[in-house]
């Protein structure tokens, strides 16, 4: 029979996780750092040579005029991916963590999410959170603090602060 700390250990878990699960978690967009890749189009027109499209069309093109990349050669693509946080904006709620400031500044929100998911919260360039609880639009975040295991054990969650851009 499980000792009653496991038995408040579970429930509390079973709790948190219906908190980002469901009652106040919202799903996250992260958005990692953009990479420089070669514009498909004008690799395409390199090996049909200067004066061809890849459409294989008549009109001669100028290299600088590419409409895919403006002539660069290279796009920015950014990578995005989903996570599911739970957010507090009210201040009053926060929990005091590394980095908490004593005066917590307009735009800074405290958010809880599960440990498993801590290798893209890292590689993220930003957030956009979707406030779809809170009614108030859509914010691009960063992150303003080192995230922190969060809860009894250390082992399921982690908090961090954000700050909206
Ligand atoms: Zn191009």
């Known amino acids: ?58 009109m001669p093109f100028n290299f600088h005029q590419c409409a895919l990349c403006g002539g660069d050669g290279f796009k920015e693509e950014e990578a995005t991916d989903n996570i599911q946080l739970r957010v507090y904006y009210d201040r009053r709620k926060f929990r005091v963590i590394n980095g908490t400031p004593i005066e917590i500044p307009d735009g800074m929100v405290q958010v809880i999410g599960y440990l498993r998911d801590i290798g893209k919260f890292e590689r993220a360039n930003h957030f956009i959170l979707h406030k779809n609880i809170e009614g108030l639009g859509t ?26 851009e």
């Open 1 to 58: 029979m499980p000792s009653i700390d496991t038995w408040v250990f579970e429930k509390w878990e079973e709790q948190i996780d219906s908190f980002i699960d469901n009652d106040f978690g919202v799903p996250c967009t992260i958005v990692y750092p953009s990479r420089r890749i070669p514009c498909t189009e004008c690799s395409t027109r390199n090996k049909l040579g200067p004066n061809r499209n890849s459409h294989g069309g008549p």
């Open 139 to 164: 914010s691009r975040y960063k992150r303003d603090s080192k995230w922190v295991p969060h809860g009894f054990k250390k082992n399921r969650y982690f908090i961090c602060n954000l700050i909206r």
